[in-house]
């Protein structure tokens, strides 16, 4: 049973195109996260959900925009794709403050 | 702000050495201390953590990790590698802030290469 799965697992798309991606978790966590994965393997906290609340933003560009339909999905819309949003983007979630599990990563490339 | 500093970018070790991966980390409250492994094109597994309680916390594959309050450290150790353990290792560090919603704090990183 995969805990976190994300899809799709690559993304490869225009500049200017509008893209989603999608995570489900199945362990019932109360949080969901999206981190962004740059070239040089840094990872950024992009957004947080708790309760179909946004928790927090890291000064992530407005084009980008999570959407929560239940606890146990939260989608990352992207809108005007640009080269540098280029990277591997994880979903991760967990219960509280504590460990997070991190799903497979989806790799998008803007061309 | 948070921080985490893992200041050795690259390391190599024979296969059966030792390993100590460095971990230095700047939170204002209690922070809560995490080590993720990433294989190349994989996620990220959870090695172990450290929440309260015994500074030495063991985690899972023979790792294990220290937290030092007076050091702000929380440095990753292995006895003996193995080829299976070449990997990018993360450092990091979050928190109760704004409800447990804050989200990891990581640090950039530690490439580890195992030499036969």
């Known amino acids: 049973d995969t805990a976190v799965s994300q899809t799709p697992k690559y993304l490869v798309t225009q500049m200017g195109n509008d893209k989603s991606i999608k995570c489900e978790q199945n362990l019932g966590h109360d949080t969901m996260y999206w981190y962004k994965q740059d070239s040089k393997k840094f990872l950024k906290i992009m957004f947080s959900y708790n309760n179909k609340e946004l928790i927090i933003n890291e000064t992530v560009p407005n084009r980008f925009s999570p959407k929560s339909p239940d606890k146990a999905h939260l989608n990352l819309h992207i809108n005007s794709l640009e080269l540098g949003d280029s990277a591997v983007y994880f979903c991760a979630s967990s219960q509280l403050a504590y460990e997070q599990y991190f799903g497979p990563g989806t790799r998008l490339t803007v061309t | 702000a948070q921080s985490v500093t893992q200041p050795d970018i690259h390391i190599t070790v024979s296969e059966g050495a030792s390993l100590e991966l460095r971990c230095n980390y700047s939170y204002g409250a209690t922070p809560y201390l995490f080590w993720y492994v990433q294989s190349p094109g994989q996620g990220l597994q959870l090695l172990l953590k450290y929440f309260s309680g015994d500074t030495l916390v063991q985690g899972i594959k023979g790792f294990e990790a220290e937290f030092k309050r007076s050091q702000s450290s929380f440095n990753l150790r292995k006895p003996s590698v193995h080829w299976s353990d070449a990997a990018e290792y993360f450092c990091?560090?979050?928190?109760?802030?704004?409800?447990?919603?804050?989200?990891?704090?990581f640090g950039k990183g530690t490439h580890l290469i195992i030499q036969p």
């Open positions: 990091a560090v979050g928190g109760l802030g704004g409800g447990g919603a804050d989200g990891l704090t």
